[in-house]
C-alpha cells in the first residue's frame, strides 16, 4: 500500500483524468545472435531481453562485472534451464547490435515531413493523457507514460544494475480518482486496473510498486506549473521561511550541546550543526540488496577524516549513487567530539551510533513545527540564491542578470552536492574535438591521415583556429 502523504487537508473536491499511456507492446524482429559462433533460435521474450543488452554494447555498463551477472541471472531465467545458452561468455550480441544501428540510421534519415507526421500521431495519441480536470480546472499531468521495460542503469555502482526491469502492466496500476467520475478506460484489452481509489486526501492520479524496488512507488502527479504543485511548493518554501525566524536559537541550542555530558544530545547537535552546515541529507538505513549510499545519521567512521587543527574531510556516496566529497573547517568543539565518536571504532561502525533519522527529526520538530532535516536543505540553498541576487543584481541590463543568476544557481548546486552525471557520449565527442584540434594545429597530419582530399579543410580549419587565437590575445586591430 502506497504511503498517502496525509497531512490532514483535503487537495481536492472533483478529480477527472484518464489514467496512464502504456509502452507499445514487444514487435520481435527476428535477428539471430550467435552462440559459440552458431546462430540461435529465441523466443519473443527471450529475443526481447536480448536486444536491451544487444543496443547497449558500446556502454560502459556491459564493462561492469556486476551489471553483466545481473543481466545473466535474470536473462537465464527466462532462456530455461535447458536452452543452448548457458554462459554469457560465448554470447555474440552483434547481429542484433547491427540491425539495432541500422534501424536508428533508418530514422535519422527520415524526411522532415515524414519524421513531423510520426511526432503528430504520437501527439494525437497522448493528447487525452496530458491533461487533468481538477475542481473544474484543466491542469497538465506531469508524467502520464509508464516506463518500458529495460534493464536497470541507476548512478554509481548501484548493487542492481543490470537487473530486468519487467513491463507495468495495468494489473499493477491504483488509479486515483473522483467519486463521480468515469474510471478511466483500460487502454489494453482485456486487462483491468489493479485498485481504484477516490482519495482527495492526495496528490497524486495513480502509482505503481518499482520494477527494481519493490519498497519504492512510481507516481503520476500533475506537472509543476499545475496549481496544485505550485501549492505543496509554496507549503515547502513557506516552511524554509518559517526556519529563519527560528534559525538563530536552533543553532545557539546545538551549539551549546556540542559539549553536552549526555552522550545522545551531543551525537544531535552535532548532527544537526552539519545537516546545517553541510546541507547533508539526513540518511536512512539501506537494505542489503540497495546502493551503499548514506546521509549524515548513517556515516560511517570511515566516511569522516579529522584532519588538524580542526578540519573535517568526508567522502561517502550520497542519494542516487553521487560522491560527496569535502572538506570543511568546522567549530573546534565539533572537530572533538567527531574524534570522540570515532574513538574505538572501526572503519565501517556507525560514527552517530546513538542516533537515527527518526530521533533527529523528533528533536528537530520540538524545536520548530513541522522541522526535519530536509527543511535545512531548502533553507540554505534559499538563502544563498536569495542574498547573491540582492546583493548583485541592483543595477545591470537583463543579461548581466542572468549571468548572476547563473553564478547564484551554481553556488546553491554546490551547496546542495547537485552534480551532473558524465554523458554516455563523453568519450567519443572528446576523441573527436580532439582530432579536430590536431587538424587545426596541424593540417600535414590530417593530410596524411585522411588523404589530400582533406587538406583544403584542414588548411581553412587552421586559418580559422589561428585567426581565434589572435583575438583571443587581443591582436588584431588592437583590442581584446
Sequence with gaps: MAPSSNDGQEKWTTLVHNGVIFPPPYKPHGVKMLYNGKLVNLTPEQEEVATMYAVMKDTEYVQKKTFRNNFWNDWQKLLGKRHIIQKLDACD???????????????????????????????????????????????????????????????????????????????????????????????????????????????????????????????????????????????????????????????????????????????????????????????????????????????????????????????????????????????????????????????????????DTSKLNAHLKELMPGLTAKVFRTYNASITLDNILNKETKEGDVSEKLVVYQHANKEVAIICNHQRTVSKSHGAQMSKLMERLVAFRHPERAENRFGQGQKGKASAGRCRWEAKEKLDSGSVGGRR
Design 93 to 355: 550480441f552483434t547481429p542484433i547490435y547491427d540491425w539495432y544501428q541500422n534501424e536508428k540510421e533508418k530514422k535519422k534519415q527520415l524526411s522532415k515531413e515524414d519524421k513531423k507526421a510520426l511526432q503528430e500521431e504520437k501527439l494525437k495519441q497522448e493528447e487525452k493523457y496530458m491533461w487533468a480536470i481538477v475542481d473544474g480546472v484543466k491542469e497538465k499531468v506531469g508524467n502520464f507514460r509508464v516506463e518500458p521495460p529495460g534493464l536497470f542503469r541507476g548512478r554509481g555502482e548501484h548493487p542492481k544494475l543490470g537487473k530486468l526491469k519487467r513491463r507495468i502492466r495495468p494489473s499493477d496500476v491504483t488509479i486515483n480518482i473522483g467519486k463521480d467520475a468515469p474510471i478511466p478506460e483500460c487502454p489494453i484489452p482485456g486487462e483491468s486496473w489493479k485498485e481504484v481509489r477516490h482519495d482527495n486526501m492526495v496528490t497524486w492520479l495513480a502509482f505503481w510498486n518499482d520494477p527494481i524496488n519493490q519498497k519504492l512507488f512510481k507516481y503520476v502527479f500533475l506537472s509543476p506549473s499545475s496549481s496544485l504543485k505550485g501549492q505543496s511548493d509554496k507549503e515547502k518554501y513557506e516552511k524554509a521561511r518559517m526556519l529563519k525566524d527560528y534559525i538563530g536559537n536552533i543553532r545557539a541550542a546545538y551549539t551549546r550541546d556540542f559539549t553536552s555530558k549526555d552522550g545522545a544530545k551531543r551525537q544531535i547537535a552535532v548532527a544537526t550543526y552539519l545537516i546545517d552546515k553541510l546541507a547533508l541529507r539526513a540518511g536512512n538505513e539501506k537494505e542489503d540488496d540497495e546502493a551503499d549510499t548514506v546521509g549524515c545519521c548513517t556515516l560511517k567512521v570511515e566516511n569522516v577524516k579529522a584532519i588538524a587543527p580542526n578540519s573535517l574531510e568526508f567522502n561517502f556516496l550520497g542519494k542516487d549513487s553521487i560522491r560527496y566529497e569535502n572538506t570543511v573547517e568546522v567549530e573546534v568543539p565539533v572537530y572533538k567530539a567527531i574524534i570522540q565518536f570515532q574513538a574505538g571504532k572501526r572503519g565501517n561502525d556507525d560514527l552517530f551510533d546513538k542516533l
